[in-house]
T-cell receptor, first 114, second 112 residues
């Protein structure tokens, strides 16, 4: 089955710096890769996603890149702000006996210091 | 309505109790999910319903019993749980099983 690895597990940056979180996946058939942000005590919220027919997608300060050959995808946050502090999860949509399901990475705790 | 709503927000139950978690969405989504999330861990898939039919059961113990009464509602019936079942239970929905999933705010369950 699909396996998603995520690095780093924790990331501390100064406000205004960029942050990069990387994920690798194992199943070349996976074709959808969302990123979720989860603040303490709250629900995971979808912040950006990318499909396998696209190499890069941007939404204001957030961008995601996908390298299908290497089976890895990354989240880039520019001009970080303290409110970006949260746990970020990557995920890959895997096929399971004909049905599709999201497999999550282990999460990255991002801390942005003022 | 662009929300997935879960009730209750918090639940404390004994090991002999029977309780139910409820999830509702009115976005016309045809796939609904139950996830379990322990502290500092990613959400872990339990069940997937697609068009009101159970399509994935991730080998979840029978003390957890899902039910999808209609396309807007998803329940999780709990019976004879163990303390290690204490966790945040998240419901999610998506238009189809291969589109973006939106999560409810979760039910924080404590089994005593």
């Amino acid at each position: 089955g699909e396996n998603v690895e995520q690095h780093p597990s924790t990331l501390s940056v100064q406000e205004g710096d960029s942050a990069v979180i990387k994920c690798t996946y194992s199943d070349s058939a996976s074709n959808y890769f969302p990123w979720y942000k989860q603040e303490l005590g709250k629900r995971p919220q979808l912040i950006i996603d990318i499909r396998s027919n696209v190499g890069e997608k941007k939404d204001q300060r957030i961008a995601v890149t996908l390298n299908k050959t290497a089976k890895h995808f990354s989240l880039h946050i520019t001009e970080t702000q303290p409110e970006d502090s949260a746990v970020y999860f990557c995920a890959a949509l895997a096929r399971n006996t004909g049905f599709q399901k999201l497999v999550f990475g282990t999460g990255t705790r991002l801390l942005v210091s003022p | 309505d662009t929300e997935v709503t879960q009730t209750p927000k918090h639940l404390v139950m004994g090991m002999t109790n029977k309780k139910s978690l409820k999830c509702e969405q009115h976005m016309g989504h045809r796939a609904m999910y139950w996830y379990k999330q322990k502290a500092k861990k990613p959400p872990e898939l339990m069940f997937v319903y697609s068009y009101e039919k159970l399509s994935i059961n991730e080998s979840v113990p029978s003390r957890f019993s899902p039910e999808c009464p209609n396309s807007s509602l998803l329940n999780l019936h709990l019976h004879a749980l163990q303390p290690e079942d204490s966790a945040l239970y998240l419901c999610a929905s998506s238009l189809q099983s291969n589109t973006e999933a939106f999560f409810g705010q979760g039910t924080r369950l404590t089994v005593v």
